[in-house]
C-alpha cells in the first residue's frame, strides 16, 4: 500500500483488528516465552484468531511480530533466527488476511530508554528498527504500525527507520494514562506533533486504560495534527480473577459504545488491545455502521 492509497483508504473510519497477545494467552500460550517463537509453531492458533478479526470487519490486521526486533529476540537467544521469524510470521498474516484486509507489519519498543552515553543511542535504537523493517516490508507488509510505545524518541528512531527502509506507511501509537502522559515523560499530543513531523502516517494510543477514559486525549492529538488518528484501548481496567488471570472489566457492548464516542472526537482509526476479541471488533463494526 502507498501512502496515497493509505491517504484514500482513511478517508473513511478504518477498523483495525483486536489483540493478540492476551487471545494467545487463553489459548496456552506460558508466560515467560518469546511469543513470536510461540506463535511459529502454533500457525492454526494465530490464524484462527486473525480471520475472527478479518470476519468481524477488520480492514487491517496487525502480523504476530510485535517483539520480533533483534534486542527483544536476543533475550531469548534468538537473534539469529530474526529473518525466519519476521518473515514467517508476516506470510501467516498475509494468509490469513486473504484478499480481505492489509496486513500492518508490527514493531514496538524495546524497553529501553533512549539515553546519552553508549548504553542505547538513537544510532543503536534506527539501526534495530531498521533491520526488522527491512525484512516486514521485503516480506509484503501492507504498511507499518508502530505501536505500545512508550518513548517519544525511541519513536522517532523507528519513524525515520521506516522512511530510510521503503515508502510504506508508518503508523505510531504510544501507550499513555488516562492524563495523556507518556511512561517515559512528555504527552500523546507532543508525540503526535513530532511524529508527524518526522513523517509518520498517522498517530495514536493504544493499550494502558480503556476507551472510557481516552476522549479528551483523543480530541487533543486530534486538534494537534492533519493526519489520521488511531485509537485501539483495552476493554477497560484489567483485574486478576479468582485463577490469577488479567481480566477486563468492559464487555464487547459497553466497548462499542465508548469507541463511537471516539470516533466522534476524532479518531479514524480504530480498534482493541488488551482483553479486546473478534466480538468486540464485531460490534465497534456494527455501531459505526461499517458492516
Excluded at 520480533?68 to 508476516?90: A, F, P, Q, V, Y
Excluded at 538513537?122 to 527491512?134: G, K, L, P, S
Aim: with cysteine.
Amino acid at each position: 500500500m502507498t501512502k496515497k492509497e493509505f491517504q484514500s483508504l482513511t478517508r473513511d473510519v478504518v477498523l483495525l483488528d483486536g489483540a493478540t497477545g492476551s487471545n494467545l494467552m487463553a489459548q496456552g500460550m506460558p508466560r515467560g516465552i518469546c511469543p513470536e517463537m510461540w506463535i511459529m509453531e502454533h500457525k492454526d492458533v494465530i490464524q484462527e484468531l486473525q480471520r475472527g478479526y478479518v470476519k468481524a470487519g477488520s480492514r487491517i490486521i496487525y502480523a504476530p511480530t510485535f517483539g520480533g526486533n533483534r534486542i527483544s529476540l536476543s533475550k531469548h537467544g534468538l537473534e539469529d533466527r530474526i529473518e525466519e521469524i519476521n518473515r514467517t510470521l508476516m506470510s501467516y498474516a498475509k494468509e490469513a488476511a486473504g484478499a480481505s484486509a492489509y496486513v500492518a507489519g508490527d514493531i514496538t519498543t524495546t524497553g529501553r530508554i533512549l539515553s546519552g552515553n553508549d548504553d542505547y543511542t538513537y544510532e543503536m535504537a534506527f539501526d534495530n528498527y531498521c533491520e526488522q523493517i527491512r525484512y516486514l516490508s521485503d516480506a509484503g507488509a501492507d504498511c507499518l504500525i508502530a505501536e505500545t510505545m512508550i518513548n517519544i524518541e525511541e519513536t522517532l528512531a523507528a519513524v525515520d527507520a521506516a522512511v530510510s527502509v521503503c515508502d510504506l506507511p508508518i503508523l505510531c501509537s504510544m501507550t499513555v494514562e488516562a492524563d495523556g502522559s507518556i511512561f517515559s515523560g512528555g504527552n500523546a499530543r507532543e508525540a503526535a506533533e513530532a511524529l508527524e513531523s518526522a513523517g509518520a502516517s498517522a498517530v495514536g494510543i493504544n493499550c494502558s486504560v480503556g476507551p472510557d477514559q481516552l476522549v479528551s486525549v483523543v480530541r487533543s492529538i486530534r486538534e494537534s495534527v492533519s493526519i489520521p488518528v488511531i485509537a485501539k484501548p483495552n476493554a477497560g481496567i484489567p483485574f486478576i480473577d479468582d485463577l490469577g488471570n488479567a481480566a477486563y472489566s468492559m464487555g464487547p457492548d459497553a466497548f462499542a459504545r465508548h469507541m463511537k464516542v471516539l470516533v466522534e472526537n476524532g479518531a479514524g482509526l480504530v480498534g482493541g488491545c488488551c482483553g479486546t476479541t473478534p466480538e468486540y471488533i464485531l460490534k465497534t463494526a456494527q455501531i459505526l455502521g461499517l458492516c
